[in-house]
């Protein structure tokens, strides 16, 4: 007697070897680590003004970027100008101007004249 044809099979998974998966591995990893080698630090802890709640979320600044900050309490905005930081392409940050003053001082001056 004739058997019919033989049935078909699964395709076997493809197997990735060990080097492989190690190989791709440590490319993630150099790449990781260019991206956040080519980013600014944390910015600048400011005395009179805090990192908006959104900047203080972040945790890669890459140049250009641009980070707002906010007069702390007891401290008044004091210019017209934006109150920002920007990472700069040899990744430090702009100069933050003092743009807030301290509310207490001018009442220290008030209170003395």
Known sequence: PELGPEPKRAPRP??????ARGAFLIFTHLAALWVF???CDVPTRLKFAALSK???MKNYYP????VRY??????ENITEM???STCLDNLTWSEAPEFCRSEYLFLLLFCLT
Do not use: K
Not at 14 to 19: D, G, K
């Open 14 to 19: 493809v197997r990735v070897s060990f080097l």
């Open 37 to 39: 080698s080519s980013s």
């Open 54 to 56: 959104e900047d203080e």
């Open 63 to 66: 140049a250009g970027i641009t």
């Open 70 to 75: 906010t007069c702390r309490p007891g401290y």
């Open 82 to 84: 934006l109150l920002v």
